[in-house]
């Protein structure tokens, strides 16, 4: 069974950090592009960072660029996102996801990739 489970998620005062955590199950997490998105209540779900398949090239949404950094662990089938200087506008459920049922391609600049597969969230909560 092709799954995905993000971890990590909690409460945050703002200036602080956390590490997501996106474990991947049923497939090799090394030849698939992975995505994370967060989702605020009443607003749109926004895609904020992604990491390539095959030669593993980044990119990130420019609401998060120099703050969150995506990296991938293949011996542990993980993707993390470690976010730092967190804001209470990072508030929001946070997924990830990836393609595993349609052809798996390759873009080297993924963000608006076509995933199919996703994970149940985890919540980021961002308050003093």
């Known amino acids: 069974q092709v799954q995905l489970v993000e971890s990590g998620g909690g409460p945050v005062q703002p200036g602080g950090s956390l590490r997501l955590s996106c474990a991947a199950s049923?497939?090799?997490?090394?030849?698939?592009?992975i995505g994370w998105f967060r989702q605020a209540p009443g607003k749109e779900r926004e895609e904020i960072s992604c990491?390539?398949?095959?030669?593993?090239?980044?990119a990130y949404a420019d609401s998060v660029k120099g703050r969150f950094t995506i990296s991938r662990d293949n011996a542990k089938n993980t993707v993390y996102l470690q976010m730092n200087s967190l804001k209470p506008e990072d508030t929001a459920i946070y997924y990830c996801?990836?393609?595993?049922?349609?052809?798996?391609?390759?873009?080297?600049?993924?963000?608006?990739?076509?995933?199919?597969?996703w994970g149940q969230g985890t919540q980021v909560t961002v308050s003093s």
């Open positions: 996801a990836t393609r595993s049922k349609g052809w798996n391609y390759y873009i080297r600049i993924c963000l608006g990739y076509a995933y199919d597969t």
């Open positions: 990491i390539s398949s095959s030669d593993g090239s980044l």
């Open positions: 049923g497939f090799t997490l090394g030849y698939y592009t």
